[in-house]
């Protein structure tokens, strides 16, 4: 049976409260959709987001969240404290914390543990630089990646999204082609099957310059499951095409 689509917008470090009510309200408009959508926001305006998105059926969700319980962890935001607002995803992992916030696999591994614990599905991103793409690692490095969350979720490996973002092709408009994309995937639902006997039912997300334009083709290969759309998700009328796109 085909898996359902699933469309995240990850709004990262953009908006301000006046223009996410016009970008909700504008999806709110332009809904509802087939696929599976969720729009991630940054902590301070989850609230709000909440709130609009109350009876809809968009979804909203984090773009990270702590490895830890609690504690003395000065400007972290724990999986606990979502889930008492009623998020549904948290984003862990992305290329940019990766890279800002040196952020090893298994920190990630541990964020995606945490937010499992507090039943919030974690979108996990996997992906490699240029210059590993260029040294033909990007098969190691995204299993490597892949691996850390594997060996600590074990059995709960079912319940997350993974989402492939090569870095070269975030915020670039250089997306990678589908037949790249679709190989890559197919690696890491391989990777995931070994691991799970579920892991047929996962959703494998492609993200990097997904347009409008391009979303249908992406979307089309048989192990791409949806997409995490960053700058394109910042129009209701462009991220509303993409929901719409493959399904
Ligand atoms: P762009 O869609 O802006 O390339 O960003 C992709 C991304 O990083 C989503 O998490």
């Known amino acids: 049976m085909a898996r359902r689509k699933l469309v995240v917008g990850n709004w990262k470090m953009n908006g301000n409260r006046a223009g996410n009510v016009e970008l909700l309200a504008g999806l709110k408009a332009l809904g509802p959709f087939v696929a599976d959508v969720v729009v991630c926001a940054p902590f301070p305006y989850l609230a709000d987001?909440?709130?609009?998105?109350?009876?809809?059926?968009?979804?909203?969700?984090?773009?990270?969240?702590?490895?830890?319980?609690?504690?003395?962890?000065?400007?972290?935001?724990?999986?606990?404290?979502?889930?008492?607002?009623?998020?549904?995803?948290?984003?862990?992992?992305?290329?940019?914390?990766?890279?800002?916030?040196?952020?090893?696999?298994?920190?990630?591994?541990?964020?995606?543990?945490?937010?499992?614990?507090?039943?919030?599905?974690?979108?996990?991103?996997?992906?490699?630089?240029?210059?590993?793409?260029?040294?033909?690692?990007?098969?190691?490095?995204?299993?490597?990646?892949?691996?850390?969350?594997?060996?600590?979720?074990?059995?709960?490996?079912?319940?997350?999204v993974v989402a492939y973002e090569p870095v070269w092709a975030i915020g670039t408009g250089k997306t990678a082609t589908p037949e790249h994309a679709q190989a890559v995937h197919a690696l890491l639902l391989a990777q995931l099957g070994a691991a799970s006997p579920k892991a047929s039912d996962m959703r494998i997300l492609y993200g990097g310059s997904v347009k409008a334009d391009n979303a249908a083709s992406l979307f089309a290969q048989p192990d791409i499951d949806g997409g995490l759309i960053g700058g394109a998700s910042l129009k209701a009328a462009d991220f509303a095409a993409i929901c719409r796109a493959g399904v």
Do not use: N
């Not at 830890?68 to 914390?97: D, K, N, P, Q, W």
């Not at 298994?106 to 614990?117: E, I, T, Y």
């Not at 793409?133 to 098969?139: I, V």
């Open 49 to 160: 987001v909440a709130l609009s998105l109350q009876g809809e059926s968009i979804a909203w969700g984090a773009q990270d969240c702590s490895a830890h319980e609690s504690g003395a962890y000065t400007g972290e935001v724990s999986a606990a404290m979502l889930a008492e607002f009623g998020c549904r995803y948290v984003i862990v992992g992305h290329s940019e914390r990766r890279a800002f916030h040196a952020e090893s696999d298994q920190l990630v591994a541990d964020k995606a543990k945490a937010a499992l614990a507090h039943r919030l599905t974690p979108i996990v991103c996997v992906g490699e630089t240029l210059a590993e793409r260029e040294a033909g690692q990007t098969d190691v490095v995204v299993k490597r990646q892949l691996s850390a969350v594997i060996h600590t979720l074990g059995h709960c490996v079912p319940q997350m």
